[in-house]
């Protein structure tokens, strides 16, 4: 009878264990439960990420944000011979020149921003005793003064509440990029001794802005000038690669230092400071500038030879090192050897 009643006691304390571990179950599943939300919540907070800034492609580099201009080799100024002093006109209408007019990223808005935020000096163009050429960095411009250039004003009538006019006020429009037309470029060429080579230097970057009025053309004005290698630490900021032209990692300074655009020459140092359309018709504008770049490469190789041949000069002019004749003397050792060998 015992053996029979020590069973039914295990089965009933097993089956009441069973039930007490599913009725925790049941309860720590139930939606309600304090546990179930807290793990819930617990859970949640590790599935969600931190919501990231999104990014507009695949791959967006930021490579060039603090980037800055590399330097020039130094040159010394008592081995430089100034030839030439020239200003070119980069049309943004040619195609080759298209980087420098890319929307959100064109030259001009590059200058804007920079005259903005205090790294960019802009210098007014206007010549004066000081500053006969307008171009010699020496009156400065505020970004207000800057934009009163370059932004239309339209008078606009002001009126009361019984809608009579009572004063007239002006109000500027935005500016509108697609106004810059072309760049003007002030460089300067000379020849480094030390190194024996011609160098090509940007020295300042104008924008030239298109007048228009009536739908007639009236030409470009000078906007204002900047000093370049002010300019370049902007410049070097912005990314203008394009593989459809075999442009990988280049910048806009890359453009100008490398001389990757398309510019005419307008004026070049003379003795009167004549622009080339000041001493030549329309017509004939295009020939001189050629004829100003043929002078400019005639120098070149001009000065190239006189390298060459300056060094080569100088090696035929060095004293040729005569032969260290061999000597008769022996060594000691060597008479103590010779000397056993006779006997």
């Not at 030839?83 to 040619?94: E, Q």
């Not at 307008?134 to 009156?139: E, V």
């Not at 398309?262 to 030549?280: H, R, W, Y």
Request: hydrophobic share 35%; proline share 6%; aromatic share 8%.
């Amino acid at each position: 009878m015992k053996k029979i009643i020590l069973p039914i006691v295990a089965l009933a304390l097993c089956g009441g264990s069973l039930n007490s571990w599913a009725q925790s179950s049941a309860a720590a599943a139930a939606p309600g439960s304090a546990a179930n939300a807290g793990s819930a919540a617990n859970a949640t907070s590790q599935a969600a990420p931190a919501e990231d800034t999104p990014v507009d492609g695949y791959f967006n580099t930021t490579a060039f944000e603090n980037a800055t201009p590399f330097n020039y080799p130094t040159v010394d100024k008592n081995n430089v011979r100034l030839y030439k002093r020239v200003w070119r006109d980069i049309d943004l209408a040619d195609p080759q020149n298209q980087s420098f007019a890319m929307p959100g990223s064109s030259l001009i808005e590059v200058i804007l921003a920079g005259i903005k935020s205090g790294s960019l000096t802009a210098y007014d163009p206007i010549p004066t005793t000081e500053n006969p050429s307008g171009d010699g960095f020496k009156t400065k411009m505020t970004y207000d003064q800057l934009l009163s250039k370059l932004a239309d004003s339209v008078l606009v009538p002001k009126f009361d509440a019984q809608g009579n006019q009572i004063s007239e006020q002006m109000v500027r429009n935005d500016f509108d990029p697609t106004k810059i037309t072309k760049f003007r470029i002030k460089e300067d060429i000379f020849y480094d001794k030390q190194r024996a080579r011609t160098e090509t230097r940007i020295v300042g970057v104008a924008p030239l802005m298109n007048l228009e009025m009536g739908g007639q053309n009236y030409g470009t004005a000078t906007v204002c000038w900047l000093y370049f290698p002010q300019l370049r630490s902007s410049l070097v900021k912005v990314d203008v690669s394009d593989p459809d032209r075999n442009m990988l990692d280049m910048s806009m300074d890359d453009l100008f230092v490398q001389r990757k655009f398309a510019g005419s020459i307008v004026k070049e140092s003379n003795a009167l400071g004549q622009v080339i359309k000041d001493f030549t018709h329309d017509e004939n504008k295009d020939r001189e500038a050629m004829l100003a770049e043929q002078r400019i490469q005639a120098y070149k190789n001009k000065i190239w030879q006189y390298g060459t041949n300056n060094s080569n000069s100088k090696k035929a002019a060095a004293p040729e090192k005569k032969p260290v004749a061999a000597t008769s003397k022996t060594s000691a050792p060597e008479k103590n050897s010779i000397a056993k060998a006779d006997k």
